[in-house]
């Protein structure tokens, strides 16, 4: 397996793989993509160019993800904030998502990788939940890496649609309030299939979740780095989970 997987990386990426242990890996990795905006200011350019900079970055961590062994990845790629931003560049941003997973969706599909939207459609043009939905389908039935896209997305909304999902039960005398356990809740969250991160990555240098994943993210471990998203890569992957498997999860236990 060691030998297949590395002949699909570069020299320097098989250094940091000869010090993983495969049978360890992460079964899961979230990340917040953050930084295009400062990456295209320092380069003297409008904050858009930065998003076009950073699906190459995307890429990138998909096809290392996909060749590692990951199963999951979601991606933090518009929330439910990010509206306020000035009108030209949410245009830009659906554009930009709409043009790209249309763009990638044949390869991605020969790859075996499933893809699909967390958050809510409400508010989405029509033209980008059309792609979602297509692309979605198109791959539902792909067993390689799960790529989740996480757009119009935040926490707080998803925990108070849940919210509201197990109130909706609870009046209509479905569920016993005083009976509900955690996964009644994880049940009714956005995805409640998919299993939780074991890995948070955020790039930019911001030390925060920002509202992402709040329920999920109870026992991930958190690896921050002040790269910009257009320059993160595949070597910036592995170096992550490298890190990732010398942390000791406890999940609340003393450590033994």
Request: no cysteine; charged share 25%; proline share 1%.
């Given at each position: 397996m060691l030998e297949i997987i590395r002949e699909k990386f570069t020299s320097q990426e098989n250094v940091v793989i000869e010090r993983l242990d495969l049978q360890r890996l992460p079964q899961h990795i979230a990340i917040i993509m953050d930084g295009n905006g400062r990456w295209a200011t320092q380069q003297g350019l409008p904050r858009?160019?930065?998003?076009?900079?950073?699906?190459?970055?995307?890429?990138?961590?998909?096809?290392?993800?996909?060749?590692?062994?990951?199963?999951?990845?979601?991606?933090?790629?518009?929330?439910?904030?990010?509206?306020?931003?000035?009108?030209?560049?949410?245009?830009?941003?659906?554009?930009?998502i709409d043009g790209q997973l249309r763009a990638e969706l044949d390869g991605m599909h020969q790859e075996g990788v499933r893809v699909r939207h967390l958050g809510r459609e409400a508010g989405l043009p029509d033209f980008l939940l059309r792609?979602?939905?297509?692309?979605?389908?198109?791959?539902?039935?792909?067993?390689?890496?799960t790529v989740t896209f996480a757009i119009n997305y935040s926490g707080r909304s998803e925990i108070l649609d849940m919210t509201r999902r197990v109130a909706a039960a609870a009046v209509a005398g479905k569920v016993d309030p005083q009976q509900l356990t955690e996964e009644d809740i994880a049940g009714a969250l956005y995805a409640p299939d998919m299993p939780t991160p074991d890995l948070l990555i955020r790039t930019g240098g911001e030390m925060r979740v920002s509202n992402f994943l709040l329920w999920q993210l109870a026992y991930a471990e958190f690896w921050f780095t002040p790269l910009l998203w257009p320059e993160f890569r595949a070597i910036h992957l592995l170096h992550a989970v490298e890190e990732y498997q010398q942390?000791?999860?406890?999940f609340g236990r003393v450590a033994s």
């Open positions: 858009v160019i930065g998003h076009h900079a950073g699906v190459e970055s995307i890429r990138s961590i998909i096809r290392a993800s996909q060749d590692l062994g990951i199963r999951y990845l979601t991606l933090y790629s518009f929330s439910t904030e990010n509206w306020a931003r000035p009108d030209d560049e949410v245009q830009a941003l659906m554009t930009l792609t979602l939905h297509d692309t979605a389908a198109r791959t539902a039935d792909n067993t390689g890496l942390r000791q999860r406890k």
